[in-house]
């Protein structure tokens, strides 16, 4: 994990606006998400395992289910996760097990970020900042 100070770390913003900006640069919200906090995914790569820069935020008023629910941002972050070798090996159809074994945790959730998608991933936080951040 390699941790990109930026000036959006502690702005609040309506979810509702933070969707409607990101989702259209490629952001999806994490599938770590709960009722008071979680994350916008921007996937870089998909080599050997994937790669993206993650955004954190926490709800300040409200459940992020709810209208108008309010985040603060966290320090963005890159983080890669190397997949399990194997998982697809000898896998028929009909197999039960395919059915869960597919969506096992990665084999190294904290692998080495590769060097070459650092300075895109800085790249993409000074863009958030442009867009999110008035000066």
């Known amino acids: 994990m390699i ?3 930026s000036k959006l770390e502690g ?3 309506k979810m509702y606006f933070l969707e409607k900006e990101m989702k259209p640069l490629g952001y999806s919200i994490g599938g770590n998400w709960d009722y008071d906090h979680g994350s916008f995914d921007y996937k870089i790569d998909d080599e050997v395992g994937y790669q ?3 955004v954190p935020f926490k709800a300040v008023d409200g459940q992020l289910d ?3 629910t309010s985040v603060q941002i966290g320090r963005p972050f890159l983080l890669a996760h190397k997949y399990q070798i194997g998982l697809d090996d000898n896998v028929h ?3 039960f097990t ?3 074994d597919q969506f096992q945790e990665p084999q190294d959730k904290d692998a080495t ?3 070459e998608h650092i300075e895109l991933g800085k790249a993409l936080v000074k863009e958030l900042e442009a867009i999110l951040v008035d000066d």
Request: hydrophobic letters at 40%; aromatic letters at 14%.
């Open 93 to 95: 159809i009909g197999n």
């Open 113 to 115: 970020f590769p060097e």
């Open 98 to 100: 395919a059915s869960i």
């Open 11 to 13: 702005q609040s913003f």
């Open 66 to 68: 709810s209208q108008n």
């Open 52 to 54: 993206f820069l993650r």
């Open 3 to 5: 941790e990109i100070p």
